[in-house]
């Protein structure tokens, strides 16, 4: 390895334990969402200590970070910050144990179950190693802190705070995410990577009567089984078998008691998509057959389709990741690969659209090596590999992090390197 990246790679040997510690620390504190006013400072505080100009606060908790050196392109670097509402069960000895009061009043317990620890610590380390090394390249290197990735809503809340007043116009847009791979590989993929999410609350009408006299009612828990069961010829029976995309219906609730036909059921289910036409066909498809299976029982009052949550398709702008991968290949030889298309979503793709700037985002893996050569040659990744939002998702430390942190600086310096 020579040129810029070797020289301002050559800093982490001295940053290494103390980001090791700053992911233990983020790991076993985990926030919510809108929440992360510790997480936030911790970012301002090293951002501003590397020399950056700092600005807190955008949408909530987000943060911006600019660090101009020169003359040259202006590249800005994405992590999110929040955590999600699960209990950990890695038995770590830095698992979390926090838990916050939700909006409804209880208790709930909070990981970092998706990884965001290491993407702020991945960008954290990339910001420190570009301050230090500042012969080694010329530009504007921008550090983004999000907030909110997890409801969906945090892109939108800086966007909508003034981030395209805030930072300077970025050239090319930059993320990664931490995914259950071996730790130590980093992948690329032109066009469409990950699926665009809707999320949708359906309420079925019945009427209600004694579970003795169904005569009188208009049950409205078959009316849900129909529904679901004719949901799941979406995709096995109206598209093409090489179009990706799922239906997954997450919760159903009906009724108090086994003796009680109820007035109405509420169905929950989430939609992933690729593309477009695909999308709008799904959506069109769901609606068509919940009316349909409404009207063939005879509910006295029409369905109410509601969309919960909307997420984008992140497609990957082919000459940005084009120009990344050959970076990675450079730098990571046989540890850099094309990955394949991913069923998870973000809300990070609005962030470059709001700039009309192009943008690459990425995969490394987090699993330990071993494990995960292991349960290849088992055939058990599925059931042996802990996943994304799994209670026992716990990225190995290293090599996740120098993976992480040279990734982000490599990518930032294939334009920003003199």
């Known amino acids: 390895m020579h040129g810029p990246a070797h020289t301002v790679l050559s800093g982490l040997d001295g940053i290494r334990s103390g980001l090791e510690n700053l992911y233990k620390d983020l790991h076993q504190h985990p926030e919510l969402g809108l929440r ?15 020399g950056f100009e700092v600005t807190e606060g955008v949408g909530g908790t987000g943060v911006i970070g600019v660090l101009a050196n020169g003359d040259g392109p202006v590249v800005m670097a994405r992590a999110d910050m929040d955590a999600l509402p699960v209990r950990e069960q890695t038995g770590l000895p830095y698992a979390s144990s926090v838990s916050v009061t939700g909006p409804d009043g209880t208790e709930q317990p909070v990981m970092h179950a998706c990884g965001h620890d290491v993407h702020v610590t991945s960008l954290i ?3 420190r190693l570009m301050a230090q090394a500042k012969d080694a390249w010329r530009g504007t290197f921008v550090a983004l802190f999000q907030p909110s990735e997890e409801n969906g809503d945090g892109a939108e809340a800086m966007i909508g705070d003034g981030l395209t007043e805030k930072a300077p116009r970025p050239d090319v847009v930059l993320a ?6 071996p730790a130590g590989y980093v992948g690329t993929r032109p066009g469409p990577f990950l699926s665009a999410a809707d999320s949708l609350r359906v309420t079925v009408h019945g009427r209600g009567a004694h579970g003795s006299m169904p005569q009188s009612a208009v049950d409205p828990v078959v009316m849900a089984a129909m529904i679901v069961v004719r949901l799941q010829t979406v995709v096995s029976r109206e598209l093409a078998a090489t179009t990706p995309a799922v239906v997954t219906i997450g919760s159903i609730h009906a009724g108090s008691g086994p003796n009680v036909i109820p007035d109405s059921a509420v169905i929950q289910l989430n939609v992933r998509t690729y593309d477009d036409a695909t999308h709008a066909h799904v959506l069109r498809a769901i609606e068509r057959i919940v009316r349909a299976e409404c009207d063939a029982s005879g509910a006295p009052k029409a369905p109410e389709i509601e969309k919960i949550s909307s997420f984008p398709p992140t497609v ?8 990344v991968a050959e970076a990675f290949a450079a730098h990571f030889g046989d540890d850099a690969h094309t990955i394949d298309l991913q069923t998870a979503s973000e809300d990070m793709s609005e962030l470059p659209q709001a700039f009309g700037a192009p943008f690459t985002y990425w995969g490394i893996g987090g699993i330990d090596p071993e494990v995960y050569a292991r349960a290849a040659e088992n055939g058990t990744v599925a059931q042996d590999v802990p996943v994304n939002h799994s209670p026992a998702f716990a990225p190995v430390v290293q090599p996740t ?9 490599v990518a930032a310096l294939a334009w920003l390197g003199t």
């Open 401 to 409: 992090l120098d993976t992480g942190v040279s990734a982000m600086t």
């Open 176 to 181: 990664q995410h931490v995914l259950p791979y």
């Open 36 to 50: 992360e006013d510790r997480t936030a400072k911790m970012a301002a505080d090293v951002l501003r200590e590397s």
């Open 316 to 323: 990957n702008d082919e000459a940005t990741t084009r120009r």
């Open 125 to 127: 380390g990339c910001a």
